[in-house]
């Protein structure tokens, strides 16, 4: 039995699991501080993972190394690709899940990996080093402390070097269903408390923010001959970049279903009780995945709301009320429920809550997600202030790798905007903060036609692969399907097609026909022509289709390179001239309010940040374009 390790993760939620994991199989000596080791990875709320953008952050986990997106494939009832009506650089992989198996593979992943332990019991109190030298270099960087260990509840102290913290929605977590109050951080688990004081106690600010969840229900109470089916994927795919998973079998439906005006006056019937209304929550609740409640109020003109109903498992009778997420009391919502076509006979399993808990602006922290106060500490998840298992799981991705790059003495690893969908997601964080809960859209991204879902593990795997997340076996598929990516390019490039033999199917797919002999490359720019059709009109181009066995996967990216070369090289070309911001460091420490020059707002909101780059202070709000001119001045061109 140890009692000193090198890192401590709290919390074995979805962060807690991608940081413990991650630590362990780079070599740091881990614990994973769990209150529930049954619920590893628990999927407290909507069974799925993925997503519009959301899908893309997972693909870029599993690129890096992590292991959601492996998870995620294993456990998969149903896969769908959304937004393939769009471009490329909208498609977002989503997948329904099976609620127990996906935490029983995170349990079971955890249990197997090397360098990693497990201890159950609940965090009450952070230890610190505060023998701190003034003159110090970490002191000069704005530390008061180093991280010295946890207490847990049962009264185990464990010494570490770094902390990451996890903690999710539990943190001083309190639960809300109409008159109702108990203290939780999900139903049927206890809150942790001691935690937050800790923190308070070092000089962290920390808030209140309010997420919710709906009702679960019994399937055999449910009439689905009255709902609409929405079925998967034809043809599903997966997350994972690995060549041993298959994608699902077997897809399970989910069902369309809709609320109506007699729902909306039973559930506005509740509205004086709710926690939501009335004052009692204070915690900032998340935009865009409103409350039933928001949405009649926001929306008082819609006569009807879409909701999904969605199965949490092969083997059980739970269903998951997606859209219907509530606080309300729990007989407004039964009978509303009832009043829902299929639903009349539905027996609830139990009602939706709301839940408010304890964050920690994330502008407290440095990109590598380590805190600017304490030396050695780390928060990744929810407590940063960020809705979502993928956003938490990326998160603790990134404090798993960093907080062992520390302590192993080599450089941080942080993601540029431009590079992943990750670099945007802790960059917003760090450098803007959060006035409520923080979701990923496509539209957060500058740079959308390079973070593209299919490009994740060209982006980001010679990087997960440099501090030693990936495999030689990884590496080597890897490398091979760059290679047939780059050989079937090279292959349309130097394939002259004949007027002959292509007219007829230019016209069929609604395309001008040649008047002379043209490249596969330039006839593959145009709309509506595909590898995949085109291949059928050239025995050539099939017959090197398959000779090469080209995947449908490398047949894509070469199809998306190709036809959206133009846009992709004007996005580099972009990327490039704003990284050169990012090449002007400011010192540690440097002292904005010296510089009269600068407007009082920007002094204000530069000193509070401190950022490291120029690039990073011209994202800052408040500070204007002439603030970032006298910066580049100050600090040279």
């Not at 959060?434 to 859209?441: A, G, I, K, N, S």
Request: aromatic share 8%; proline share 4%.
């Amino acid at each position: 039995m140890r009692l000193d390790y090198d890192i401590i993760v709290i919390g074995g939620g979805h962060a807690g699991c991608e940081a413990a994991a991650t630590a362990a199989k780079l070599g740091s000596k881990t614990l994973l501080l769990t209150m529930d080791m049954t619920k590893m990875g628990n999927m407290s709320c909507n069974p799925a993972v993925g997503g519009v953008a959301k899908g893309q952050i997972v693909r870029e986990i599993d690129a890096l190394g992590g292991e959601m997106g492996r998870i995620t494939d294993l456990t998969t009832i149903q896969f769908r690709m959304l937004n393939r009506s769009k471009g490329p650089a909208m498609w977002s992989p989503r997948a329904q899940c099976d609620k127990a198996r996906f935490s029983e593979e995170w349990l079971r992943t955890l249990e197997n990996t090397d360098d990693l332990y497990i201890w159950q019991d609940a965090a009450v109190e952070l230890l610190y080093d505060e023998d701190y030298d003034p003159s110090s270099p970490s002191a000069a960087r704005g530390y008061r402390c180093h991280i010295r260990g946890v207490k847990t509840r049962m009264g185990v102290e464990f010494g570490c070097k770094a902390v990451i913290l996890t903690a999710g929605t539990f943190l001083e977590g309190m639960m809300h269903c109409g008159a109702a109050h108990a203290e939780g951080g999900r139903a049927g688990d206890a809150a942790s408390h001691g935690v937050t004081a800790s923190l308070v106690k070092m000089g962290f600010e920390q808030g209140r923010m309010k997420t919710g969840t709906p009702s679960r229900l019994d399937a055999r109470t449910i009439n689905f001959d009255a709902l609409e089916p929405q079925y998967g994927d034809e043809n599903p795919c997966k997350f994972s970049f690995r060549t041993d998973i298959e994608p699902v079998k077997d897809q399970l439906p989910c069902f369309l279903v809709y609320t109506s005006p007699r729902v909306h006056d039973t559930l506005k019937s509740g509205f004086e009780l709710s926690p939501l209304f009335n004052g009692t929550i204070k915690g900032i609740g998340p935009r865009y995945c409103p409350s039933i409640e928001d949405k009649l109020r926001t929306f008082a003109d819609k006569q009807q709301h879409q909701l999904f109903l969605e199965p949490e498992g092969r083997n059980n009778n739970e269903y998951y009320l997606n859209g219907f997420s509530s606080s309300l009391p729990w007989d407004v919502q039964w009978k509303a429920l009832h009043q829902i076509s299929g639903l009349e006979d539905v027996h609830i399993y139990r009602p939706g809550y709301a839940i408010e808990y304890d964050y920690f602006p994330p502008t407290q922290l440095h990109h590598t997600l380590e805190t600017k106060l304490v030396e050695g500490l780390y928060f990744a998840g929810q407590v940063n202030g960020t809705t979502g298992y993928e956003e938490a799981d990326a998160q603790g991705l990134m404090a798993g790798i960093n907080a062992h790059q520390k302590l192993a003495g080599k450089e941080p690893v942080v993601l540029q905007r431009d590079e992943a969908y990750i670099g945007v997601l802790i960059d917003d964080l760090v450098t803007k903060g959060v006035d409520e809960p923080y979701r990923m859209f496509t539209s957060r991204a500058e740079y959308r036609i390079l973070l593209r879902q299919d490009n994740a593990d060209l982006r980001l795997t010679p990087i997960g692969r440099r501090i030693g997340l990936i495999s030689e076996k990884r590496w080597a598929d890897f490398d091979k399907k760059n290679t047939l990516v780059e050989s079937f390019i090279s292959f349309a490039k130097g394939y002259s097609v004949k007027i002959t033999e292509i007219n007829d199917y230019l016209k069929s797919v609604g395309n001008e026909p040649l008047t002379q002999g043209r490249k596969l490359y330039d006839i593959l720019t145009r709309n509506n022509v595909t590898i995949a059709s085109i291949a059928e009109a050239l025995p050539r181009l099939k017959k090197f289709i398959a000779k090469s066995e080209l995947s449908d996967e490398v047949i894509e990216e070469a199809e998306i390179q190709i036809k959206y070369r133009g846009y992709i090289e004007r996005e580099r070309f972009i990327a490039s001239k704003l990284h050169r911001l990012e090449e002007v460091k400011i010192p540690e420490g440097f002292d904005f309010f010296s510089m009269q020059s600068l407007t009082i707002e920007a002094r204000q909101k530069l000193s509070r940040i401190r950022p490291s780059t120029i690039g990073q202070a011209s994202r800052i709000p408040g500070v204007s374009p002439a603030d970032v001119n006298v910066l580049l001045v100050k600090f040279g061109r």
